[in-house]
């Protein structure tokens, strides 16, 4: 073959681009899937959608609840992951830097609120929910009806057509476990920081990343139960995910935005 055959490009040479762009593929994923996981766990520890979990299973079967909690959290982590991965048709230049301000943003607005919380913050937001939870299971006509989100329609309006077949596919505790933290994680700083994060990262990472990290906090709040709620410094808790989203901000602004 002739050596000034443009068309003829050395084994050796393809071989070394496929396996750099396999490595910056894998380090894409594992630098979302560790923001993700990490971003969760610091949002969601001490969370309203954690004291949920933890109250419910006390009184119902603690695979229900869990059951019901991490598939609202699961589907809500894939619908925010698609709405930040609509925002890429914006140049990602635009998208990257937008994303690192929103990210030094949410860190200093933790920061300011874990300065200015009490120690006894997260005995009180236990007492809220509990006291929700409570008016909510005495209400049997609207059994499903969360006093966290006014103006949200209940399944129990739905036609008894409807509320038969749902009722008969999922248990009633299941489906008020899986509304409850629907309503509570909807709008939450942990679904506006997935959609943050999957607008600039690897998309698959971020999704699975914050599914892991909603089953460790939603495990641990149902297996540790109010015990766990009681011990847990919110206070501590959201100071230290300030620092976590400055730091995420930090190393965006010494990374090549270009880079996916």
Known sequence: MREDDDSWIPTSSVAADTTLAEIVNNLGFLHAFVASFSMIVVS???????????IMAMRHPRLTIFGGAITALG????????FGFVTTVIPRI???YISTLLFFIFG?????????????????ELEEV???IRRQEEDETTPLTSDMEAGIKAPSKL?????RILF???SRVFIQALTMTFLAEWGDRSQLATVVLAASENIPGVCIGGVIGHCLCTGLAVLG????????SVRTVTIIGGIVFLLFAVASLLMNPMNN
């Open 44 to 54: 969601e520890l001490g969370d309203k959608t954690f004291f949920i979990a933890a």
């Open 75 to 82: 589907f809500m982590t894939i619908l925010s992951a698609f």
């Open 94 to 96: 635009y998208t990257y």
């Open 108 to 124: 200093i607005k933790m920061l300011y609120d874990g300065c200015k919380m009490s120690k006894n913050e997260g005995v009180e």
């Open 130 to 132: 509990q006291a929700t």
């Open 159 to 163: 036609p008894s057509s409807a509320r």
């Open 168 to 170: 008969t596919c999922f």
């Open 225 to 232: 139960g109010k015990l766990v709620a009681q011990k847990i």
